[in-house]
């Protein structure tokens, strides 16, 4: 019997980001994954190198990859939609895990209990998961940015919103990515890299 797990999962390319917003450059559920999944690595190593922490970094970034998984299934809600009021949110979080209860049924029986902690929040995870959320939403910062640099106004106040979702998190890990890394990405291809044109 055929298993479709992976193959629902590579369709994470064709589910949109922004869908109400004008884009210069589109953002797919799979660019995100794979960013979120680096900045969740990173948050979890400052944690540990800068803050005493004990977390798995590699763990942080599977979580980051297989965070959205349910939005194959489900579609990316816009944000103004999905947070518009507590009943909503609760009834979309049970959407959420309804979809990662389907996509795990598409796994072979013995393998899904090494799968199901990355399409379920596993209350183990806590302090991971709330690294992944902060890495997600630095992804969406830095595409803010992005856009705001390629002159698209449209993404200036999603910036403001996530930058205050940020600080709301309180965490020093995401103060010390901010300081150190987000500058870079205001920088061009020439400034990031001297040495390339030379």
């Known amino acids: 019997m055929p298993y479709s797990f992976f193959a629902m999962l590579f369709?994470?390319?064709?589910?949109?980001?922004?869908?109400?917003?004008?884009?210069?450059?589109?953002?797919?559920?799979?660019e995100h994954a794979l960013?979120?999944?680096?900045?969740?690595?990173?948050?979890?190593?400052?944690?540990?190198?800068?803050?005493?922490?004990?977390?798995?970094?590699?763990?942080?970034?599977?979580?980051?990859?297989?965070?959205?998984?349910?939005?194959?299934?489900?579609?990316d809600l816009p944000t103004p939609v999905k947070y518009h009021d507590e009943a909503l949110r609760a009834s979309y979080k049970r959407l959420e895990e309804e979809a990662g209860d389907a996509l795990?049924?598409?796994?072979?029986?013995?393998?899904?209990?090494?799968?199901?902690?990355?399409?379920?929040?596993d209350p183990a995870d806590g302090q991971l998961w709330r690294l992944c959320k902060a890495a997600d939403k630095l992804a969406a910062l830095i595409k803010c940015l992005e856009e705001e640099k390629m002159g698209n106004r449209e993404f200036a106040s999603a910036r403001r919103a996530t930058e205050a979702a940020l600080a709301?998190?309180?965490?020093?890990?995401v103060t010390v990515f901010q300081e150190e890394?987000?500058?870079?990405?205001?920088?061009?291809?020439?400034?990031?890299?001297?040495?390339?044109?030379?």
Request: with cysteine; proline share 8%; net charge neutral.
């Open 11 to 30: 369709r994470m390319k064709h589910i949109r980001r922004w869908a109400l917003m004008r884009n210069t450059l589109p953002e797919n559920l799979s």
């Open 181 to 198: 890394f987000l500058p870079a990405f205001g920088l061009t291809l020439d400034e990031l890299h001297p040495k390339m044109n030379e």
């Open 104 to 121: 795990l049924a598409m796994l072979p029986e013995d393998l899904r209990p090494d799968f199901a902690p990355l399409l379920r929040q």
């Open 168 to 173: 709301a998190m309180q965490l020093p890990e």
């Open 35 to 75: 960013e979120t999944a680096a900045l969740a690595h990173c948050l979890a190593v400052i944690h540990n190198r800068r803050f005493g922490g004990s977390v798995n970094p590699e763990r942080a970034a599977l979580l980051g990859l297989y965070h959205d998984c349910g939005e194959i299934l489900t579609g």
